[in-house]
């Protein structure tokens, strides 16, 4: 019962790191939002400028052309540079959150193989035994828990009523020998 009390403990000083991880998510989301509506904005403008410009040269007005274009341009200038900066800002954040991820994993994994323990995450292919089975049928080792599972870029915190679908990433995490014992009966690892 070693192992688990030291996974506890891991897991409780965590709950600071992911509830900043969350904050961050929301940042890059909201940022990844900005950006949606500026490029809509962009667009809408392009739309309006267009329209103008065929106006002036239906109505046989391509002298005032410039003049008539020129505050849309203008905005359409600064619209792309808004997008540019939001650009730059999710890609910062971004790069940041990987930089951060990837330490804190590496930090875990190291916490648990130390202990024993291991946490490796694996894709279901169309010839796994737990395709399209609920959790609460599948048969795990002891001392290996299920965690979470990615599906189409989306995390599901699963319960025994989920069902295993092909391509989902599947978190494993216990102790070394169990989990690789799981690995060979569920899957491929990533």
């Known amino acids: 019962m070693k192992f688990w009390k030291r996974v506890k403990n891991i897991f409780g000083e965590s709950i ?3 509830s900043e991880t969350t904050v961050g998510l929301s940042s890059l989301a909201k940022l990844k ?19 103008k410009v065929y106006h002036l040269f239906v109505e046989k007005q391509e002298a005032t052309l410039e003049e008539e ?6 905005k359409l200038k600064n619209l792309h540079t808004q997008l540019d900066e939001k650009d730059k800002d999710i890609e910062k954040l971004s790069e940041d959150k990987d930089t951060v991820d990837r330490e804190q994993l590496r930090e875990f994994r190291k916490d648990l193989e130390l202990g024993g323990g291991a946490i490796e995450q694996i894709i279901i292919d169309e010839n796994s035994p737990i395709l399209n089975k609920k959790l609460l049928d599948i048969k795990l080792p002891k001392n290996v828990l299920l965690g979470a599972i990615v599906r189409n870029e989306k995390v599901i915190i699963p319960d025994g009523q989920t069902i295993i679908k092909k391509e989902d990433r599947i ?4 102790e070394k020998d169990d989990v690789e014992k799981a690995i060979q009966f569920l899957g491929k690892t990533e």
């Open 171 to 174: 978190t494993l995490l216990g």
């Open 33 to 51: 939002w900005e950006r949606h509506n500026v490029q809509k904005e962009i667009e809408q403008e392009n739309n309006k400028l267009g329209a």
């Open 16 to 18: 600071e790191t992911i």
């Open 69 to 74: 274009t020129k505050n849309t341009v203008e």
